[in-house]
């Protein structure tokens, strides 16, 4: 399976940031009927900050602007509706108002500030965005950290996968007007990160992750009772979550919202929880290394509910994952030492990351050890486009389900 | 297990008994106006996110926040507290401006400025009623313990 993550522009051509088959690759462009090979490639060439934005013209059409300071998308971000009344016919998104330009604002700094400022572009995806960015430097300077490491950071992605679905299903059940289960999933999600920050001392799991190093191992005493928690966390979600399977209205608000098809998600690039709901089984597993290899769960109905029911059974996996891992951690620590010499001061280097919400990609060059260049392909950007997507014909009453259920975040996309 | 929602999780008593303290010090003088209930509209300017998600902490069971009469609303016109969330980006200084202006008198602003060192960033307007400054990413607790100070609530449950 090849996905286009992100197209990279240098002076003289471009080259193409793909995941083949699980594993990261640059390819020059070569110009032969790119948009034919990858749907999204004009999207990520010309990367708009509107997106989706055509306006639209019929009898009684008029455009409804909802952003970008309101109560239920709290974010900084703008939708501009076109409805004729009850029913969006299309949906702009303007991500430009959460921009701050972190990327550019790299240059020239040393590899450890830019981690620091990587973990800052979405905070909530701070392990993934710090994994990913430390592995690309790794990568252009040659260094190979230590098993503790690489074992600790793939525990500490899942610790950050299962919050974020928490999050999400919490704020679908809020949107259904479930208001037990919303109480009961944010009690979970409120749990979730207590661990984190019994595990590393903050609660997003920012500030442990270093370059070819982590700042700190978690320490093992502790460690049994983390598990513990994460163990009573899995069944307490289960418990809930077949309850909540059992509530026919429940189910009912979530059921035909947002439907996506295999070739749609395909041509926006959507990756993640969100592609595999449509009932398409990725390769992203592979692109993080992995301790073992954790189940692909997948649905087919590409809706609301089914982006719900694959987070759902992705919570529980990585608890149970996190579970017999944690356990075994203490044998990691006096397995190898927590430094990592770098034998080069430049280079080029390129990593994807399986973050909560799809494949999150760095593309960095490094000269004399300062940052030369960052580039940033996040999940959330196609995801936005699929969110515009996902919406039209919807009616009103839908648009907080179809937006939540793709666990998108403006800080994210706005890179 | 039980079958219907209302009698589920009765025994479960999620919410913490605990003192919420902050640490920050306050900049004015507050009243006795909010002690009742205190009403708080959040506007994000260009945070990080994780401010985000720690005001839906908040909202969780184990905080409670309505037993102290607290309440996030939905419009700035039925704010007490405007809680800006984040280091503005240029953009969102117009659309800070035009919300304050719909705060309904008496009301404080607070910031949490969760990256003060964010490159090519602006400051913050001048903001009225400013009685908190906040840096980094606080916890609820720590949130909770100032929205409580200001209200001159009672720290532990009332």
């Known amino acids: 399976m090849k996905v286009l993550i992100g197209v990279i522009a240098t002076n003289k051509s471009e080259q193409l940031f793909i995941l083949d088959n699980g594993q990261p690759v640059l390819v020059q462009a070569n110009g032969d009927n790119l948009e034919e090979k990858f749907g999204n490639y004009p999207i990520l060439k010309q990367h708009p900050l509107k997106i989706n934005d055509e306006p639209m013209k019929g009898p009684g059409v008029f455009r409804f602007r909802y952003g970008p300071v309101t109560a239920g998308v709290r974010e900084a971000g703008c939708f501009h509706l076109y409805t004729y009344g009850e029913k969006i016919l299309r949906a702009t998104i303007d991500i430009s108002w959460k921009q701050r330009e972190i990327a550019k604002a790299m240059q020239d700094k040393s ?4 981690l620091m400022m990587a973990e800052r572009v979405c905070s909530n995806f701070a392990i993934s965005h710090s994994v990913a960015f430390g592995r690309a430097v790794e990568m252009a300077l040659d260094a190979v950290p230590s098993l503790p490491t690489k074992n600790w950071r793939t525990l500490l992605i899942e610790s950050e996968r299962i919050y974020n679905h928490l999050y999400v299903i919490y704020k679908l059940a809020s949107a259904a007007a479930q208001k037990v289960l919303a109480a009961h999933v944010s009690a979970l999600f409120e749990e979730a990160l207590r661990l984190n920050e019994n595990l590393t ?16 191992m978690p320490t093992v005493t502790d460690i049994q009772k983390i598990a513990h928690g994460y163990r009573e966390l899995a069944k307490k979600f289960t418990e809930l979550y077949k309850h909540s399977l059992k509530n026919y209205n429940y189910l009912d608000r979530l059921h035909s919202a947002g439907t996506l098809t ?63 891992h944690l356990r075994a951690s ?25 973050s909560p919400s799809g494949a999150l990609g760095y593309y960095v060059e490094v000269k004399e050890s300062k940052m030369q260049r960052v580039e940033i392909f996040t999940p959330s950007y196609p995801g936005m486009h699929a969110v515009s997507h996902a919406l039209e014909g919807l009616i009103f009453t839908d648009f907080p389900f179809v937006f939540e259920s793709f666990g998108v975040h403006f800080a994210d996309a706005a890179s | 297990m039980s079958q219907w929602w209302p009698l589920y999780g009765l025994k479960k008593k999620l919410t913490e008994r605990k003192e919420y303290t902050s640490s920050v010090k306050l900049r004015l003088n507050t009243t006795g106006v909010f002690k009742r209930s205190l009403f708080v509209y959040i506007i994000d300017v260009g945070s990080s996110n994780a401010l985000n998600f720690e005001i839906s902490a908040l909202e969780a069971p184990q905080y409670n926040i309505h037993r102290f009469g607290i309440f996030l609303t939905d419009s700035p016109r039925h704010a007490d507290v405007l809680l800006i969330l984040g280091h503005p980006v240029k953009k969102m200084i117009d659309p800070l401006r035009e919300t304050i202006l719909q705060l309904p008198k008496p009301f404080y602003t607070i ?37 409580l100070d200001i209200a001159k609530t009672k720290r532990k449950e009332s």
């Open chain 1, 330 to 354: 203490d044998s990691w620590n006096e397995a190898g030492k927590n430094d990592t010499e770098f034998a080069k001061t430049g280079g080029t280097g390129y990593v994807v990351v399986n």
């Open chain 1, 201 to 216: 001392g903050s609660r997003y799991l920012m500030g442990i992750n270093n370059i070819g190093r982590l700042n700190r």
């Open chain 1, 111 to 114: 590899p450890e500030t830019a």
């Open chain 1, 262 to 324: 295999p070739a749609q998600a395909d041509k926006l690039g959507l990756t993640g929880p969100s592609l595999r709901a449509c009932g398409v089984m990725d390769d992203l597993n592979d692109a993080t290394e992995h301790l073992i290899s954790l189940p692909v769960i997948t649905q087919k109905e590409g809706d609301a509910l089914a982006r719900m029911e694959v987070r759902a059974e992705e919570i529980v996996n990585s608890c149970r994952y996190l579970v017999d």
């Open chain 2, 111 to 147: 910031t949490i400025d969760d990256n003060p060192h964010q490159p090519d960033s602006v400051d913050y307007p001048e903001l009225p009623n400013h009685i908190a400054a906040l840096t980094g990413v606080p916890s609820p607790s720590q949130i909770l313990g100032l929205l």
